[in-house]
């Protein structure tokens, strides 16, 4: 059941619906991980996704999710912050905010990127 969407909110800052539970703007996509038991949330207001995963907002709206996808690539292999920052055309400060959300897990959350399906708009 989806009932239990009113928990979450769009973790968008750049949102008009950021941070708004129970707003009615979050879907449920598809679902993904192990036995499909995680959900990708989708905020019809901003198109931003999220993995249902508390705080972990997957996606920035500033950068293509192919791009997110490299540098959690690069990371989880343990490129360096400057080098990863240089092979994927962002900034370092950048690639340290994704350190920070992956706390560890670069592999994980670059596994989870990968598993979403293209933007479907
Ligand atoms: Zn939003």
Redesign the pocket.
């Known amino acids: 059941m989806d009932d239990d969407l009113g928990r979450f909110c769009?973790?968008?800052p750049?949102?008009?619906?950021?941070g708004k539970r129970g707003h009615g703007?979050l879907t449920v996509p598809m679902r993904y991980g192990p036995n499909h038991t995680r959900r990708l949330l989708r905020?019809?207001?901003?198109?931003?996704r999220f993995s249902e995963r508390k705080g972990t907002p997957l996606f920035d709206a500033r950068l293509p999710t192919d791009t997110v996808v490299a540098v959690l690539a690069h990371v989880a292999e343990g490129v360096g912050t400057r080098k990863t920052a240089r092979l994927t055309g962002v900034h370092p400060d950048t690639v340290t905010r994704y350190l920070r959300l992956a706390g560890g897990h670069a592999e994980q959350l670059h596994d989870e990127l990968v598993a979403f399906s293209p933007d479907d708009g």
């Open positions: 769009c973790l968008n750049g949102c008009p619906d950021h703007n905020c019809s207001t901003c198109k931003a």
